[in-house]
């Protein structure tokens, strides 16, 4: 259920590139004896057309009703998924003094080794480290022309409003040291710690200049974010809540209203029970492994694999789409697309510094100064050719620069995904801690030049040589990089200036950049601000909640990393205010304060 990886086993992967994301722990669930709608153009018409208006998609068949149960159970609040979300709602709940079952198909507490950024605002911890967010104005305007305005407003407010007392609520009890930057090493040697993210930051870097401004202030658990949920499901226990792992949830059960009030569950053995509910909780994670979901809601988005996923207790793949099509089953409907596939490329040894990019041909073809995510989409409009690191038929570009780079890394943008700060060799020991760490934006000549399948050269000729690469085409390339760098602008594709670097000072480097993968699929049911997953009159489905991946309205056409980690941050206090909500508080997500 782990995936442990160091950078250079990251990178080997294909060239391909998925940053620390979210959770994707998953149960499972249906109504009882729910018609399918139609799904239309209004709902969930394929991406590419072509298919009737009354299209019923094969995934919309919904289960039968169990034949028997094994046991039957009462509680006022089920939650169905226990990842980052699902204790959330879970602890949230028992708080409010309802009785709680929560039932996880995985066979126990389980987080992505990798997932811990967590984009909250103002946190206890952040205020004592002294960091300070842009404004909410600044910040959720930005978010919002990141996804083409697509989003909800009034969800990306109410994660900036709470988010950072929601971690503080989240991680209460639990022991941990906090780092004081991002580059300090630890002062205990407890376990478990926080890292400030890119802080402080890069000297000189000002996000009202960027293309793509980059916010400060994200704070990240490690070894990774297991002990937080730890943390929130011992609170929860302790106030009553009862755990089940190794229970998928198969079937919502509706009553003659349509009103949600319960769900059965079954085991590894296919034994089922009946759980009976007031309300209850989908936080089953995204569907990025669901083949006829991908196919039918977002095709294009096939090029990429999921690169992060979870197991059942049963061996098999998770993140499969189990709470949307519950709630699907149940009457809901998914949000309008474009839906948003987190496909954070991570780049080379150098990041995704915007040095020169080339693709199969030998030819530039974009602007390199962008982050990764949109380095990924960029790169889906390239020709694709055989990867030297991979095999496979997928290399995209080759990201070229030259000995400089220890001195140009620092004008490099600073986040996600950057590397911008380089540690001389006299220096490494002080460094420990943030070099053995991944993406943390410091480096070494040794790791860079000691990186798997980078290419090094003393001329232009052999480099391209080397790369399988046109060498005229090539040369020709590198030339007209080399006018538009001395000339300080980019007539082209409109560099910034500042990221104008030569390829000029041998030895030359090149890299391999294949296809992203995927961590997540962005992409929920309609949810009222009460996260109430709406029917296809617009009314809400009384007694279900939905919450994490399974709620729409947070990210749309384009997953932003303006704000490192908000998938996160935004899981966390969705995820505790689905929870009260369904424990009967009643509470709207507003962006105002």
Do not use: W
């Given at each position: 259920?782990?995936?442990?990886?160091?950078?250079?086993?990251?990178?080997?992967?294909?060239?391909?590139?998925?940053?620390?994301?979210?959770?994707?722990?998953?149960?499972?669930?249906?109504?009882?004896?729910?018609?399918p709608a139609p799904q239309t153009g209004t709902d969930a018409a394929p991406a590419a057309g072509?298919?009737?208006?009354?299209?019923?998609?094969?995934?919309?068949?919904?289960?039968?009703?169990?034949?028997?149960?094994?046991?039957?159970?009462?509680?006022?609040?089920?939650?169905?998924?226990?990842g980052l979300s699902g204790c959330a709602a879970a602890k949230a709940a028992a708080e409010e003094g309802a009785k709680v079952i929560a039932v996880e198909k995985s066979p126990e507490l389980a987080a992505v080794s990798m997932a811990g950024d967590f984009g909250v605002v103002g946190s206890q911890i952040q205020k004592d480290l002294g960091i300070k967010w842009a404004g909410k104005d600044v910040i959720v305007n930005q978010l919002m022309k990141d996804m083409c305005y697509r989003p909800t407003p009034d969800f990306l407010g109410y994660w900036y409003d709470h988010s950072g007392e929601d971690f503080d609520w989240f991680v209460e009890g639990a022991d941990f040291e906090v780092l004081k930057s991002t580059a300090a090493n630890q002062e205990t040697d407890k376990p478990c710690y926080i890292r400030p993210k890119c802080f402080p930051a890069l000297e000189g870097y000002d996000y009202t200049t960027e293309y793509y401004p980059y916010f400060h202030g994200t704070i990240t658990t490690n070894p990774n974010m297991q002990w937080t949920l730890e943390a929130a499901v011992a609170a929860a226990e302790a106030k009553g809540a009862e755990m089940i792992y190794g229970t998928w949830g198969e079937q919502l059960i509706t009553d003659d209203s349509g009103r949600v009030v319960g769900a059965y569950v079954h085991d590894?053995?296919?034994?089922?029970?009946?759980?009976n509910a007031k309300s209850v909780v989908l936080a089953t994670g995204d569907w990025g492994n669901n083949q006829d979901m991908r196919d039918y809601y977002i095709p294009w988005a096939n090029e990429f694999m999921s690169f992060y996923t979870t197991m059942d207790a049963a061996?098999?793949?998770?993140?499969?789409?189990?709470g949307h099509l519950m709630g699907l089953w149940a009457g809901a409907h998914m949000e309008l697309g474009p839906h948003a596939p987190m496909t954070h490329h991570m780049g080379g040894p150098l990041g995704v510094d915007g040095y020169l990019q080339l693709n199969i041909n030998g030819e530039r073809f974009m602007n390199e100064d962008i982050p990764g995510q949109n380095i990924a989409d960029q790169l889906s409009r390239v020709p694709v050719g055989p990867n030297p690191m991979s095999g496979a038929d997928d290399l995209r570009s080759w990201q070229i620069f030259d000995a400089k780079w220890p001195t140009e890394i620092a004008k490099m943008p600073d986040g996600h995904g950057y590397v911008n700060h380089f540690v001389a060799d006299d220096e490494v020991d002080a460094y420990a801690t943030v070099l053995?760490?991944?993406?943390?934006?410091?480096?070494?000549?040794?790791?860079?030049?000691?990186?798997?399948?980078?290419?090094?050269?003393?001329?232009?000729?052999?480099?391209a040589a080397q790369c399988n690469l046109p060498v005229e085409a090539v040369v020709a390339s590198v030339n007209r990089?080399?006018?538009?760098?001395?000339?300080?602008?980019?007539?082209?594709?409109?560099?910034?200036?500042?990221?104008?670097?030569?390829?000029?000072?041998?030895?030359?480097?090149?890299?391999?950049?294949?296809?992203a993968g995927m961590l997540v699929l962005m992409g929920g049911l309609e949810v009222n601000k009460k996260l109430q997953p709406l029917n296809a009159e617009g009314a809400p489905i009384e007694g279900l909640y939905a919450t994490g991946n399974v709620q729409g309205g947070r990210y749309l056409v384009e997953y932003p990393v303006t704000v490192a980690g908000i998938s996160l941050g935004t899981a966390l206090s969705f995820g505790r205010l689905a929870g009260m909500n369904a424990a009967?508080?009643?509470?709207?997500?507003?962006?105002?304060a």
């Open positions: 259920m782990e995936q442990n990886l160091s950078r250079r086993a990251f990178l080997s992967l294909g060239a391909s590139a998925a940053a620390a994301g979210a959770m994707g722990l998953a149960g499972c669930s249906q109504p009882q004896s729910a018609t072509g298919a009737p208006a009354d299209f019923v998609p094969n995934f919309m068949t919904a289960p039968a009703v169990p034949e028997s149960v094994a046991e039957t159970k009462d509680c006022d609040v089920l939650v169905i998924g226990l590894a053995d296919g034994a089922y029970t009946q759980i061996g098999n793949v998770g993140n499969t789409g189990d053995s760490g991944f993406g943390l934006g410091y480096t070494t000549k040794a790791m860079v030049e000691g990186t798997e399948g980078l290419i090094v050269a003393d001329t232009i000729e052999d480099l990089y080399n006018e538009l760098c001395a000339a300080g602008h980019d007539a082209d594709f409109g560099k910034d200036p500042r990221r104008l670097f030569p390829v000029s000072e041998p030895p030359f480097y090149a890299y391999p950049f294949g296809s009967g508080a009643d509470i709207e997500a507003m962006s105002r």
